[in-house]
């Protein structure tokens, strides 16, 4: 099966957090048979809940809309994370057959043993250095597709993330939880000169090592009438404001 799989690479220039999550969901309606993507993107100064969060527990809104950040949620479940321009987004996205999390894993793994960065898969969805977490993994799927997505902190601004996410406080009661900063790590802390640039090049080549195919590079029409329609979800008020659905749900 390894040689029949067809693999593609998608890489979004789009650093608005509601058309990449549109984006996404459209490719998850449109992989094919056998099919898995590798889909790249980066969000600018940038909140993103969990699709059960409460927001505004999560996220101190008010201060991100002021300084020009946008909030945004996705599909699938877990913590609240902050995106910026020193954060890279990947996304395999797969027909459910092709769904096998250890292999996924160590394409990220792999990749970054390449610029000296030795990884391991940590807890429920990280992945740590040294004991600290550089990368947060969430799951969503349909009868027949499965995303699996995740952050890389290379160089993200740690200030932003501690100024406008919060840990609640029943959390740090009952968890002994410390701030967000704390617990997290940039990769540039571990490799003083690894780069984006180098982590993208590292992935794409890495996932193709482990998939077989050839990596078709495929361009997505930004304008796509189907694209614009998710954006519209994405970006509304309902979509990303409104708990009275979700509340209970966590």
């Known amino acids: 099966m390894h040689n029949s799989v067809i693999t593609s690479i998608i890489t979004s220039s789009i650093f608005d957090p509601w058309y990449n999550l549109a984006l996404e969901e459209f490719l998850l309606k449109h992989v ?22 409460n927001c505004w527990k999560e996220c101190k809104c008010r201060e991100l809309e002021m300084d020009g950040g946008k909030l945004a949620r996705r599909l699938s479940g877990g913590g609240a994370v902050y995106h910026d321009l020193g954060n890279l987004n990947f996304t395999f996205v797969m027909d459910k057959e092709l ?7 160590k394409v990220i793994i792999e990749t970054l043993k390449k610029t000296g960065i030795e990884a391991e ?109 998710l954006y519209d979800k994405y970006s509304s008020w309902q979509w990303r404001r409104s708990e009275e659905r979700r509340v209970g749900k966590e």
Do not use: M
């Not at 094919?32 to 969060?53: F, P």
């Open 99 to 105: 769904y096998n999390l250890e292999k996924q894993l």
């Open 121 to 229: 898969f940590s807890g429920r969805n990280d992945i740590t250095v040294k004991g600290k977490k550089f990368s947060g993994n969430a799951f969503y799927n349909t009868k027949n597709t499965v995303l699996h997505h995740g952050t890389l902190l290379i160089n993200s601004d740690f200030s932003k993330l501690d100024a406008y996410l919060q840990v609640s406080r029943e959390k740090i009661q009952s968890k002994g939880v410390e701030s967000v900063q704390s617990r997290v790590i940039n990769l540039k802390e571990i490799n003083s000169v690894i780069t984006l640039e180098e982590v993208i090049s590292n992935l794409k080549s890495t996932f193709i090592k482990f998939y077989g195919g050839n990596g078709e590079v495929i361009d997505i029409n930004p304008f796509e009438e189907e694209i614009n329609c």
């Open 32 to 53: 094919r048979e056998n099919e898995i993507i590798l889909y790249l993107w980066q969000n600018d100064n940038t909140v993103v809940v969990g699709k059960n969060q």
